[in-house]
């Protein structure tokens, strides 16, 4: 007898950079191609307005990834201009009730679908929900949607990027046996050191010196990132240092976002020469090639992060880490890394160490690569989902007949 497939849906708020839909993608994109379970994805909206950029779903990577995997990817059809609290009218309902119908699983990207997943009209079909912050109480109505899912038996379980999330959201009232722990990983194929010739190749391109000490940030324009800070900590360093370069890429992280015009006018307007060594790239579709040119990988976060995906990337690339103490980013550099304080010096200066102890740290960068490999991380989602599925065939029978929970 041949058995079918675990059927899996995943919901999304909407296709955008960030490093959770990354992330998410990738496991589902992993997931689907291992064979043993039948992946699609269903997004509320078709496109959305993020860091000053309007994104369409169909031009978006991590969409186009998952259509090239053969996974199915559908919208509610939501434009951009909808708030994203209006309540769901009938025909939303009764696609999102179509999919759901025809899946052994659900997983939500974040808590915030949850307030889809909990409507009367969605069926009875276990919920995992996949949690990528260290600061519940930022993700507004999500918070107390995935609470009440979980109250209500309609939580099958919820995987935590980092011990960091799993924390908050058990001090923030999510029963502690729901919440998973699988910590972040990436394509190590994708991410992997450059050789000498590659990487004096790509410097070259963006107009760097070969011999340059370089730090690269990886990371979208928003309060969580400290944008002020990296920039302050940039004018520091630059300043300290006529060979080093600083160069930052992410959605709103070009000079076409009013916001990041005005923080570097206030962090460089006393040194506008420093600014022809800040290069602001935006939206880069080759981060593996932006970081292959770095001596440095950056992150200035105050609040949010949870296993920031920039740092591992970074890392596996060959960057060494510098960070501020947020979510469990300290975790993630212990021993191939630094972890400075808030301030722009302290910063500057991990940014010095880091890239004057880069070689003395190679070794240790390449010895963690296992660790932060995508190929662990999607085969303990893969058991999630299959101990889910499960646990429904064993409980179908005794439901028969049954309502759905209350």
């Known amino acids: 007898m041949t058995t079918r497939p ?57 969409y186009q990834a998952l259509h090239r995997a053969g996974v199915r990817v559908s919208t509610l059809g939501r434009g951009w201009d909808v708030p994203a609290d209006r309540d769901f009218d009938q025909v939303e309902l009764s696609v999102a009730a179509r999919h759901a119908a025809a899946s052994d699983v659900v997983l939500t990207l974040k808590e915030q679908p949850l307030r889809l997943v909990r409507t009367d009209a969605f069926p009875d079909v276990p919920v995992v929900a996949c949690l990528h912050r260290s600061d519940p109480e930022h993700s507004g109505r999500g918070l107390t949607d995935l609470r009440e899912a979980a109250a209500s ?54 107009g760097i010196p070969v011999d340059a000490s370089v ?22 360093h630059l300043a300290a240092d006529d060979g080093a370069h600083v160069v930052a890429c992410g959605a709103g992280m070009s000079l076409a976002n009013p916001g990041l015009v005005d923080d570097v006018a206030r962090a460089f307007g006393d040194r506008p020469d420093l600014l022809e060594r800040l290069h602001l790239l935006g939206v880069r579709h080759d981060v593996p090639s932006v970081l292959a040119i770095a001596d440095v990988v950056a992150l200035t976060s105050s609040f949010g992060e949870a296993a920031p995906l920039c740092l591992i990337e970074g890392a596996m690339c060959g960057a060494v880490p510098v960070t501020t103490d947020v979510g469990d980013s300290a975790r993630i550099v212990e021993g191939i890394g630094l972890v400075v304080a808030r301030d722009p010096h302290a910063v500057a200066a991990g940014w010095a160490e880091g890239a004057a102890r880069r070689d003395e740290l190679t070794p ?13 991380m999607v085969a303990a989602y893969a058991g999630v989902v299959e101990q889910v599925a499960g646990r429904r065939l064993v409980l179908a029978p005794a439901a028969a007949g049954g309502g759905r929970r209350a």
């Open 364 to 376: 240790a960068l390449v010895r963690s690569r296992p660790r932060f490999s995508r190929t662990r």
């Open 153 to 206: 038996g309609r939580l099958a379980g919820a995987v935590c990027c980092a011990w960091s999330t799993r924390d908050a959201y058990a001090a923030a009232g999510v029963p502690e046996h729901l919440l998973t722990v699988i910590p972040n990983g990436v394509d190590l194929v994708r991410f992997r050191p450059a050789g000498v010739g590659r990487r004096a190749t790509l410097r070259v391109r963006s």
């Open 6 to 62: 675990v059927r899996v849906l995943s919901v999304y708020e909407g296709f955008f950079s960030g490093g959770a839909r990354a992330l998410h993608t990738s496991v589902v994109a992993g997931l689907h191609s291992g064979g043993t379970q039948s992946h699609r994805v269903l997004a509320i909206h078709r496109e959305v307005q993020r860091e000053s950029l309007r994104q369409r779903m169909v031009d978006d990577p991590r």
């Open 215 to 236: 730090v690269v940030l990886a990371a979208r324009y928003d309060t969580m990132k400290d944008v002020p800070l990296f920039l302050a900590a940039a004018r520091v």
